[in-house]
């Protein structure tokens, strides 16, 4: 068997995303990966078309871990966000394409279900605790048993519903004390009207110094958060020691990683108990599985970013190797802009608190080319940014 065609789609059906389709020389036999990159789209497709996709011409799509070598290792270039994701829709397309040709779902061939599901969080973001707490109920009514709680800090203005990081517009400054003040009063807030049952996370988002990091999680600890996500930048990752000496509330990382390296002293030091590693960016299914097994030797469990910039083809790989690996923890779920169902079939789908995908072939997913053509690329899309008070650059 061999690959006879590498195409590259960029489409926006409610936002941008960038799809891989690989060909084969057997009639009907294709498969489907994203390669979305938010805010850096064309980049990804250009290193897909121009660099990875002709030397993929004539291959077997069944080496799926030589390819991975080969594009990884064998070209030189390696790492990175636009190759790592660029790797990914190319890796994702090979594990459909090797599904379809055993007829089983790619969990099956990653060693068989070892859950009936995947236990999901929802985004309850608000403009304040009160929102928070009135969406929370509603996902509680929807069947999530755990909330992923964002608050509209004094430094963005409001925001429609739970997009909050890609569509909030910062107006104003952001302040550390502002906010290291607002999220333990948010989490007092929440356990005062929700009671101790719902399992809320709150997403950091890379802003804080470790020791403020230390100091928010020692002050969210007695509100016992399923995890505090992102606490500091991911640069000098050893710095989650001193956020991991300050209390034992859960942390989680990993969103910013591109491959298994980037996590090893956050897990092999037991400074994460989650990680947030996105599939999309990360090389693929065969890096996910690869980091799963070094966090499960460290009791570290998975958590598999699953944001609305990722197209529902990640969704499902999320969901596929949430349900053969041992060390799972929980996985982000997303709502999608309504033409996303125009362009997309065979997204997991939520049962009673899980993300759930079919037993089709592969990853179940599809593509429907003629709609992904009615949505063409929005340049406008990219990711938000963020300024101090003294003007200086913030993490957003
Ligand atoms: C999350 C992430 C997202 C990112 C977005 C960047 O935990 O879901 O932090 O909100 O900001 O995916 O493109
Ligand atoms: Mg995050």
């Known amino acids: 068997m061999k690959i006879t065609d590498v195409k590259v789609l960029v489409t926006a059906p409610g936002r941008n995303y960038v799809l891989v389709k690989i060909e084969t020389d057997q009639p009907g036999l294709y498969g489907w990966g994203d390669a979305t990159l938010n805010g850096r789209e064309l980049a990804v497709a250009a290193a897909l078309r121009d660099h990875l996709a002709p030397l993929l011409i004539g291959r077997d799509p069944g080496r799926i871990e030589d390819t991975w070598q080969f594009l990884f290792r064998g070209t030189y270039w390696r790492g990175g ?122 997403d950091v988002h890379e802003r804080l110094t470790p020791i403020q990091a230390g100091r928010l999680a020692a002050a969210v600890e007695s509100y016992h958060p399923f995890f505090l996500e992102d606490p500091i930048r991911p640069e000098h990752k050893e710095s989650m020691r001193l956020v991991r000496q300050s209390s034992r509330t859960p942390l989680a990382m990993g969103e910013l990683f591109n491959h298994r390296w980037e996590c090893l002293p956050l897990i092999t030091e037991q400074l994460i108990d989650y990680v947030r590693v996105d599939i999309a960016h990360i090389g693929g299914i065969s890096e996910a599985r690869k980091i799963a097994a070094i966090a499960e030797a460290y009791h570290v469990q998975m958590a598999f970013h699953g944001p609305p910039d990722i197209a529902p083809i990640t969704h499902a790989a999320n969901v596929h190797v949430d349900m053969a690996i041992a060390n799972f923890g929980v996985q982000e779920s997303s709502k999608f802009p309504a033409e996303v169902e125009d362009v997309f079939m065979g997204a997991p789908y939520f049962e009673d608190g899980y993300l759930k995908v079919s037993a089709a072939p592969g990853l179940g997913t599809d593509v429907d080319e003629t709609a992904a053509a009615r949505y063409p690329y929005r340049p406008e899309e990219y990711l938000p940014t963020l300024r101090r008070a003294d003007g200086s650059v913030q993490d957003w």
């Open 81 to 202: 966000p636009v190759l790592m994701t660029a790797l990914a829709g190319i890796d994702l397309a090979l594990w459909d394409i090797k599904g379809k040709v055993a007829g089983l779902p790619v969990y099956s061939l990653l060693g068989g279900a070892t859950r009936d599901g995947a236990l999901a969080y929802r985004h309850c973001d608000g403009r304040d605790a009160q929102e928070i707490a009135d969406n929370i109920r509603a996902a509680q009514a929807a069947g999530f048993k755990v909330f992923r709680a964002q608050m509209d800090v004094p430094s963005s203005r409001a925001f429609p519903d739970s997009t909050w990081m890609d569509l909030t517009t910062y107006s104003q400054p952001f302040e550390d004390e502002p906010y290291l003040r607002a999220v333990p009063a948010m989490f007092e807030r929440l356990r005062r009207e929700l009671g101790d049952e719902p399992q809320i996370i709150h």
